[in-house]
C-alpha cells in the first residue's frame, strides 16, 4: 500500500505538535520566572518610618515597611533597601543609586513629598493659625505643580540610566486625614480638607510624570480610604511622635501600602 508511509509521516507529525503544544500548556514545564533583583528607593514612606523597630542608621528603616514585606512575600533573588527617612530627589540622585545595576529588575520609589515641604507645611497646620496652614499648603501646591516635575523626571531619568532592564514603580502618598469630626484638640476640618487636596494635587503630578517616564504608578490613596488620621482604624500616626507624626503605622505599610504595590505588580 504505497499511502502507507505518507501516513505514518503525517500520524507522527500531528503527535509531535500535539505534545509541544502540551508542553506549553503545562504550568510544570513551562520555563521558570526570571529572578526578581528588587531595589527599594525613596523617602520616609518607603523607608518605614512609622512602623519601627528601625535599623542602626540614621535612615530609620524598618522590615515593616513595604519593600521587605514584598520582598519576603515574593522570594526575591536579592533585595536592596536604600530608601532613607527625609530624603528629597537629591538625596536619591546622590545617595543611593549606587544599589542600582543592570541586573536590577525591580525598582520602587516614594519620593517628592520633602522636595514640596512636607514636614513643615504639617507643623505649620498642626501648630499654626488657618491662614499661616492655608499660605503654607498653597505654597506647597504651587511647588507640586511649577517646580517638582523637573525634580521628579531627572530623577526617574537617572534611575532609568542605571537601572535599564528594570520595571520602575513609583508610589504615592495617602491622604492623612478623614475629615469627620474628632475632638477639640484636633487639626479642624478645614486644615484637614486642604491638606488632603495638597495629597491629591501631589498624586496627580506623580502620576503624570511617572507615565513620562515610562513607569507605573501605585496610587495609595484607594487603599488608606477610611483609615486617616481621625478614622475610626487609623493608619496613620497622628502627632504622638515627633519623627513618626503622619506616617503610616505598621497596618498603614501592610494593609495601606502593600496591596497597592500588590496591584500593580500581579
Avoid at 537629591?90 to 512636607?118: E, H, K, P, R, Y
Wanted: charged share 15%; proline share 5%.
Amino acid at each position: 500500500m504505497p499511502h502507507r508511509p505518507l501516513a505514518r509521516a503525517l500520524t507522527a507529525l500531528v503527535a509531535f505538535l500535539t505534545a509541544a503544544v502540551g508542553a506549553l500548556a503545562v504550568p510544570g514545564l513551562a520555563q521558570a520566572a526570571a529572578p526578581i533583583h528588587y531595589v527599594a528607593l525613596g523617602d520616609s514612606y518607603s523607608s518605614g518610618v512609622g512602623a519601627g523597630p528601625y535599623d542602626l542608621s540614621t535612615c530609620l528603616r524598618s522590615q515593616k515597611s513595604y519593600a521587605p514585606l514584598w520582598a519576603a512575600a515574593n522570594d526575591v533573588a536579592s533585595f536592596r533597601f536604600p530608601a532613607c527617612g527625609g530624603a528629597v530627589t537629591a538625596d536619591v540622585l546622590n545617595n543611593q543609586l549606587g544599589s542600582l545595576s543592570a541586573t536590577t529588575t525591580m525598582v520602587t520609589i516614594t519620593i517628592g513629598g520633602n522636595d514640596a515641604g512636607f514636614a513643615d507645611v504639617m507643623t505649620d497646620c498642626r501648630f499654626g493659625s488657618t491662614s499661616t496652614c492655608t499660605n503654607a499648603v498653597n505654597a506647597a501646591k504651587a511647588f507640586a505643580t511649577g517646580t517638582l516635575p523637573a525634580r521628579l523626571d531627572r530623577t526617574y531619568a537617572a534611575i532609568r540610566e542605571r537601572a535599564p532592564n528594570a520595571r520602575l514603580i513609583v508610589l504615592g502618598y495617602p491622604r492623612l486625614f478623614e475629615t469627620r469630626y474628632c475632638g477639640l484638640l484636633a487639626m479642624s476640618t478645614y486644615k484637614r480638607t486642604i491638606l488632603n487636596e495638597a495629597a491629591d494635587v501631589l498624586a496627580s503630578v506623580t502620576a503624570d510624570r511617572a507615565a513620562a517616564a515610562g513607569a507605573t504608578f501605585a496610587d495609595t490613596r484607594p487603599t488608606f480610604a477610611g483609615h486617616g488620621v481621625c478614622g475610626a482604624q487609623p493608619w496613620i500616626r497622628d502627632v504622638t511622635g515627633v519623627i513618626e507624626a503622619y506616617h503610616p503605622n505598621a497596618d498603614g505599610y501592610r494593609y495601606g501600602y502593600l496591596p497597592a504595590l500588590n496591584a500593580v505588580t500581579g
